[in-house]
């Protein structure tokens, strides 16, 4: 798009607007006059299908001979206007163009197409879930006619409820062919995984992928269609739109931190309390867009799932039996009292701001550092601090002449919204580079594919530092600020650089965005590939620029902001030598892992503060001595600070299951019984409490938090405009603190090596754990409309690794790893790179490590008795 | 004089007719309009003519009406269509009898019949249930759910005169 503003004439008024831009955006933005549309979505290309935006473009006549401009004889241009209709979605914006909006032809217009579109579509109004949101209702009221010609015996009668996957159904009869569901899989997506069979009157949507409607943004289709179309199976007449409050919230699944809303209402069969009934989009550009992923949409089951824990527990007589919330705390007070400084903390992925705030301030006043994070396997995040993406960054302003690097993580499984991002960048333009030691469904849109060996992470991104160094694609101003930038051309001195081609692209891109995962890494590696990252986004002037950083692909939504209130993975992995004598558990299901299962039991006591009573809370263990029940994030309000530090609030959508409290408030009474001050009030005041104490969270205040900043395109403002089913940004867009880069001081670069890595023996394999985006925890789990989509425990083998141990593809194997075994189906394939099993997190319920070990896979020829 | 003219009418009144109805032994006819407790429909098949689409809820001015629909299967069917009301509850003490709902309903199904006879100990007493409220089917007729043969009510609103 160019920024060339030219002066458009609507209906005889003049207004400025920058040329080529689309002229359907450009009227309602930049005009406020609404031409109303169908097929349109600003998020795709315009494909001109429905033709109810038609609209009478004309042009200012010219002289032929003289290119003079032909004026009426009171001095006005004269316009040339077509002799058709034309489409104004297909149509950009150019100098010396008028539309004429309200013309007789164009009314008529608009009320043909309706009519034709309702010659064939049901009376389903009443039953429908589009209807009260449905833009076919509302242009009926405002553009259509009253009557139709038509007899009713006429209408085409097609299927009206197929399924189309296991997620979405289809109903033929109501859809107007604009294949916006079609284009957000295609164009959006890229998963082909829907299209038109047929044609005319009989035309239909089919899924024609195996599984069918086989992606992980399906549910995205329901709210883009501008009818009833498609229906969730989850939502499918739960509740008419009006019906429903929209609150606010935040996605708990995964970093990127998607903004949402909670349809809740009443709800009889939950006992007649409020529940969620429906996951919408919530529109922030700088987060999202107005995309969430199916994981997002449909794991909302959780929050008031019967297997919640409703009462809290306390070890009596050896048994775990439900007490009162005054024993419970008195208990859990003692054994902290008695423990004296001797506490450590493991805080799990969504824990909220404030409750990390409170278990803080308990460790302090203890006099205890023990603040650990849940997942023990990350490396030292200071790099982000550092070189993180600068803030107010967007992934969408990412095109032609940049450059997007992904290393060891597989975005789709991790974080899609970002794996959309990273594929529209490149569909723009943008160079993305994909490194990883196996292949990820990204390398299809990469410019260039690397392929390194296990625990050669660093070692590519060295060998593009080194590129750059060595060709002085660095940024002379930018080394200015760069201390030991010596040491590292020394250090890189005659490192290989086979990937010349990608540091080129890379250290040239106008901007550069790195996501860096922590795929097959041990902590080493982790905090060795962070930092190698951040060496190369320094040297070439990147770091500090908007548009450009680093962004970890973090597993959990707060994992950020543990970090910022200084827990860490480090400090986990040290309760492991030095176990403290109680341990609180908070949200971290840290049994799911041997060796932290194994510390449960060396612990004197473990309080575990959970939603779900499960092994994996340390159900099991004989030194589970306080069990608390917490709230979900629907249930309270709180903050969670995305990968890309951007803090944002949610708010409360319904009560809480049984007796549970919020994390923050459970850990205040306890402290309150410690003789730390009355714990605040509400989560408001414990996150003011925190801003005054916390500097980089200094602005970050509630009302701060909820300010809206403007989007842009707008959707889902206008009644002609329909965007999808996305709310609009109300309730808070959040604030994104500023990297260090961002500010003026000094900048470090450090030389790192990749660590020793997992060395295996002999017979011996890596055994890699992996993340997917579907698991059996039970925040997702209780979404049992997901089972189907949710992979039994596998491990991806190697086919030469394969062969070797005599294992075919689905034999059943068992995976021994750091004295755990787990039982899996092969599945051998190249997907696996030669050496290293890669065994998926969460799949089973049976403890495995969460960073690389060497162990064995072994065939089992006996049938393994269901568990 | 007025006094005279008042006594003449009392007198005059004597004579005719009583109009006071010796009510419960003796009822008073109900005018064809009269808005009493609803009642919900059936087709004459037995299927209930409520699709649960809520609509009478959203007219009903006083919020009285609380509908949850769920999905109908040619094994297990309620009403034509895919939707039917799995929770229908009215609050009669809520409930002004304005007809609103009556007018709001797509297929019919909701009536206010002629019964006027409410009255209650308790306030949940109030809320009827759709087990209250539903019709019982006619005789010989099956009651819901019934099993129907595959695709043969897929309409949820009934075929309707030509739209002019
Ligand atoms: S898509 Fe819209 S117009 Fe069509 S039946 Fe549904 S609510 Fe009515
Ligand atoms: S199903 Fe909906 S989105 Fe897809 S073509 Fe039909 S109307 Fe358009
Ligand atoms: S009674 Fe009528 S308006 Fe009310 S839910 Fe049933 S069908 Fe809809
Ligand atoms: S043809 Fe323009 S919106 Fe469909």
Avoid at chain 1, 776 to 783: G, H, K, N, S, V
Wanted: hydrophobic content about 40%; aromatic content about 6%; some cysteine.
């Amino acid at each position: 798009m160019t920024e060339n503003t030219v002066t458009l004439h609507i209906d005889g008024t003049p207004y400025q607007m920058p040329e080529g831009m689309n002229l359907v955006d450009a009227a309602r933005i930049y005009a406020g006059i609404e031409i109303p549309i169908f097929c349109y979505h600003p998020k795709m290309e315009p494909v001109g299908m429905c033709r109810m935006c038609l609209v009478d473009i004309g042009f200012e006549a010219r002289d032929r001979a003289t290119g003079e401009p032909v004026l009426n004889p009171d001095g006005t241009p004269q316009v040339r206007w077509g002799r058709k209709l034309e489409t104004g979605c297909t149509t950009r914006v150019t100098a010396g163009m008028h539309i004429r909006t309200k013309t007789q032809a164009v009314t008529k217009a608009r009320k043909d197409i309706l009519e034709f579109l309702l010659s064939s579509h049901p009376l389903d109004c009443p039953i429908c879930d589009k209807g009260g949101e449905c833009p076919l209702q509302d242009l009926t009221m405002r553009h259509g006619p009253g009557t139709s010609r038509m007899a009713f015996d006429e209408k085409k009668r097609l299927g009206k409820h197929l399924p189309l996957g296991d997620l979405i159904v289809l109903d033929c009869e109501r859809c107007i062919q604009c294949a916006r569901c079609i284009r957000f899989q295609a164009e959006v997506v890229g998963d082909d995984v829907l299209a038109f069979h047929e044609r005319a009157r009989s035309l239909q949507i089919i899924s024609i992928s195996d599984p069918p409607f086989d992606t992980y943004f399906g549910g995205n289709t329901a709210d883009v269609c501008p009818v009833g179309a498609l229906t969730t199976v989850d939502f499918r007449f739960g509740a008419r739109p009006w019906e429903m409050e929209n609150i606010p919230s935040i996605s708990p699944h995964g970093p990127v931190g998607e903004n949402i809303a909670l349809g809740v209402r009443l709800d009889r069969d939950s006992g007649g309390v409020k529940r969620v009934k429906r996951v919408l989009p919530r529109q922030n550009e700088e987060v999202n867009e107005i995309w969430i992923s199916d994981k997002t949409r449909f794991g909302h089951h959780f929050t008031l799932s019967p297997d919640r824990l409703q009462t809290p527990l306390l070890r009596k007589r050896g048994e775990l039996v439900e007490a009162s919330w005054s024993d419970a705390i008195k208990a859990a007070a003692k054994a902290v009292k008695e423990a004296g400084n001797r506490v450590g903390i493991i805080a799990g992925p969504m824990m909220t701001n404030e409750d990390l705030y409170m278990l803080r301030g308990l460790a302090g006043h203890v006099g205890s550092r023990k603040l650990g994070v849940w997942p023990p396997n990350l490396g030292d995040p200071d790099p982000v601090a550092e070189v993180g993406i600068a803030a107010g960054s967007r992934l969408t302003a990412l095109g032609k002449g940049d450059a997007v690097l992904v290393i060891a993580s597989d975005l789709e499984e991790e974080a899609p919204i970002w794996f959309l991002q990273a594929k529209q960048a490149a569909d723009r333009g943008a160079h993305l580079v994909v490194a990883n030691m196996r292949t990820t469904k990204l390398d299809r849109y990469a410019g260039h594919v690397i392929a390194y060996d296990f625990n050669e992470g660093v070692d590519v991104l060295n060998g593009l530092t080194a590129a750059a160094i060595s060709h002085r694609w660095t940024n002379r101003s930018a080394l200015e600020r760069v201390n030991g930038y010596d040491e590292l051309t020394a250090a890189l001195k005659g490192t290989r650089q086979p990937y010349k081609e990608a540091a080129e692209a890379m250290a040239k891109a106008r901007n550069l965005v790195v996501f860096v995962g922590d795929d097959g890494l041990d902590p080493e590696g982790h905090t060795a590939l962070l930092r190698a990252a951040a060496n190369f986004l320094i040297i070439t002037g990147h770091a500090g620029q908007l548009n450009n950083g680093l962004v970890p692909v973090w597993p959990g939504a707060n994992t950020q902001g543990a970090f910022d209130l200084g827990f860490s993975s480090e400090n986990t992995r040290a309760m492991l030598k030095n176990p403290p004598e109680v341990l609180i558990l908070a949200g971290a299901p840290a049994a799911a892992d041997p060796a932290y299962a194994a510390l449960l039991d060396r612990v004197e006591t473990v309080i575990s503060l959970t939603m779900f009573h499960n092994a994996a809370a340390g159900a099991d263990a004989p030194t589970t001595a306080v069990v608390l029940p917490i709230q979900s994030f629907a249930e309270r309000d709180g903050t969670f600070t995305s990968a890309m530090r951007r803090v944002q609030r949610f708010y409360t959508a319904h009560g809480p299951a049984g007796q549970s409290l919020p994390a923050w408030e459970a850990v205040g009474l306890i402290g309150e019984r410690l003789g730390m001050p009355r714990p605040p009030r509400s989560s408001a005041l414990v996150m003011q409490a925190l801003t005054e104490e916390v500097r980089l969270y200094s602005e970050m205040t509630y009302p701060a938090l909820a300010r809206v900043a403007e989007q842009f395109p707008p959707i889902g403002a206008s009644p002609d405009f329909y965007g999808g089913a996305t709310r609009s940004a109300a309730g808070g867009t959040g604030i994104a603190w500023p990297s260090r880069a961002e500010g003026r001081g000094k900048l470090t670069v450090k030389a790192v090596r990749a660590p020793e890595g997992v060395k295996p023996g002999p017979g011996e394999l890596v055994i890699s754990p992996v993340r997917r985006l579907y698991d059996r925890t039970p925040e997702f789990y209780t979404a049992t409309l997901m089972h189907g989509r949710i992979p039994e425990p596998f491990a991806a083998v190697n086919t030469a690794d394969a062969s070797r141990l005599g294992i075919a593809n689905g034999d059943s194997v068992v995976v021994h790893v750091a004295g755990a075994a787990v039982h899996v189906t092969a599945v051998v394939d190249s997907y696996a790179p030669e050496g290293v099993v890669l065994l998926p997190l969460y799949l089973s319920s049976e403890p495995m490590p969460l960073v690389p070990l060497a162990g064995t896979v072994e065939k089992i020829t006996e049938p393994v008795p269901a568990d | 004089m007025n006094l005279i003219r008042g006594f003449v009418t009392t007198f005059k009144y004597l004579f005719r007719e009583p109009v006071t109805y010796q009510y419960p032994e003796q009822e008073r006819p109900f005018r064809e309009r009269y808005k009493g407790r609803h009642a919900l429909k059936r087709y004459d098949n037995g299927l209930e003519k409520c699709i649960g689409c809520a609509l009478c809820a959203a007219a009903c001015p006083a919020d009285a009406i609380w509908v949850e629909a769920a999905e109908n299967t040619d094994e297990v069917r309620y009403s034509p269509g895919e939707r039917y009301a799995k929770t229908y509850e009215i609050n009669m003490l809520r409930c002004i009898f304005c007809g609103y709902c009556e007018d709001a309903c797509p297929t019919e199904a909701i009536v206010l019949e002629h019964e006027h006879r409410l009255s209650f100990t308790d306030r949940r007493d109030a809320i009827y249930t759709k087990a209250d409220l539903l019709d019982p089917p006619s005789d010989g007729v099956p009651d819901t759910p019934q099993r129907v043969p595959p695709g043969s009510f897929d309409r949820s609103i009934p075929d309707m005169q030509n739209p002019l």
